[in-house]
């Protein structure tokens, strides 16, 4: 297994920039693929991006291309989240997540709340 937890969440403005951590430890040479996810409120959790431990090889949800970046520290086991020109509707709890090859991803963080004001 492999444990997760997510930092850097907080209230912000609309236009602002924030960086989330997502925090590994564990089993994490098992790790393929970390993923980062959202809820918002009444909604239904959505994928952002994810990010391949090994490779770097990135992608993203058509609603933050261009704006949200994923990028990894092996040395820190940790994956970031670069979110700019944040929008009022980034409103959500923000996850990240680990798979291995198989395509289901079974280690969940915690969560963190990130709040943009108007």
């Known amino acids: 297994q492999v444990q997760l937890v997510e930092s850097g969440g907080r209230l912000v403005q609309a236009g602002d920039s924030l960086r989330l951590s997502c925090l590994a430890s564990g089993r994490i040479f098992s790790v393929y693929r970390v993923g980062w996810f959202r809820r918002a409120p009444g909604e239904e959790r959505e994928s952002v991006g994810s990010?391949?431990?090994?490779?770097?090889?990135?992608n993203y949800a058509d609603s933050v291309k261009g704006r949200f970046t994923i990028s990894r520290d092996m040395a820190k086991n940790t994956v970031y989240l670069e979110m700019n020109n944040l929008k009022p509707e980034d409103t959500a709890v923000y996850y990240c997540?680990?798979?291995?090859?198989?395509?289901?991803?079974?280690?969940w963080g915690q969560g963190t709340q990130v709040t943009v004001s108007s």
């Open positions: 990010i391949t431990w090994i490779g770097g090889t990135t």
């Open positions: 997540a680990t798979r291995g090859t198989t395509g289901i991803y079974d280690s």
